[in-house]
């Protein structure tokens, strides 16, 4: 199973970016998808999940409000639309699968893992 996470890039603060992550391989099914951010140094932290069991969708509060998560289980494809970026937002960004089927935040509640893409935001 792979999963390819692109959209990154630099933008100012009050910007906006869209990632986008495909999975594919054999037999490939997941329970959900969902987006993780880390800075060098620092723990992977949650940032927004979707569970394609009625499209629940879950999200960090620092980001409630200015990110959306969406996807199609169908093509096994995540998005995550980032508004309002702010420098904190800086990170790598990976999005993730889980066959977990409750609403998985936590890191170990993953199976398959993207390689990362990189978002700057510049106050």
């Known amino acids: 199973v792979q999963l390819q996470a692109s959209g990154g890039g630099s933008v100012q603060a009050g910007g906006s970016l869209r990632l986008s992550c495909v999975g594919s391989g054999p037999s490939f099914r997941s329970a959900g998808m969902g987006w993780f951010r880390q800075v060098l140094g620092q723990e992977r932290e949650f940032v927004a999940l979707?569970?394609?069991?009625?499209?629940?969708?879950y999200y960090a509060d620092s980001v409630k409000g200015r990110f959306t998560i969406s996807g199609d289980s169908a093509d096994s494809t995540v998005y995550l639309q980032m508004n309002s970026l702010k420098p904190e937002d800086t990170a790598v960004y990976f999005c993730a699968a889980t066959r977990f089927t409750g609403l998985a935040h936590r890191v170990y509640e993953y199976d398959f893992w993207g390689q990362g893409t990189l978002v700057t935001v510049s106050s």
């Open positions: 979707i569970n394609w069991n009625g499209d629940i969708t």
